[in-house]
């Protein structure tokens, strides 16, 4: 992988990699909830703020992942890919014509991407990615 350079640091795409990987594994270490609004006191004043729907944060980073990589993609991952996408086609329309409600599609969207991530760490191991950056010894 080649690395980037940021006006006075270089970032290697494998930094990126890691980086995203563990913001993934951050968003897996807690429960997967829906979004809600809850109340903070802040002195005298209540505010309502909102909690982002876990579930969706953790999809948006691993397809975050998966554009990253698109690139990268081997056959076995193409192929893959491709697949779980046409799920989440036949998915999204099954919910924009009320077949399934919001719960059942952001679930089942969530097990689908789970799947993606799967194979995305697959590839990575595939084209030896995961290998620490420098060997110590």
């Not at 059942?104 to 995305?120: A, G, R, V, W």
């Amino acid at each position: 992988m080649p690395d980037f350079n940021a006006k006075d640091h270089k970032v290697s795409e494998k930094d990126i990699l890691f980086k995203t990987i563990t913001d993934i594994e951050q968003k897996f270490l807690k429960e997967f909830r829906g979004g809600y609004n809850e109340k903070i006191i802040l002195g005298n004043v209540v505010e309502d703020r909102y909690v982002p729907d876990s579930r969706k944060e953790a999809i948006q980073a691993i397809e975050f992942l998966s554009y990253f990589l698109l690139y990268s993609y081997d056959d076995v991952m193409t192929e893959a890919y491709r697949l779980i996408e046409k799920d989440k086609e036949a998915l999204l329309e099954k919910h924009n014509k009320g077949e399934i409600d919001k719960e059942d599609y952001i679930t089942t969207k969530l097990k689908l991407t789970i799947e993606l991530f799967q194979h995305l760490m697959q590839l990575c191991k595939r084209k030896k990615w995961m290998q620490n950056k420098q060997k110590t010894g």
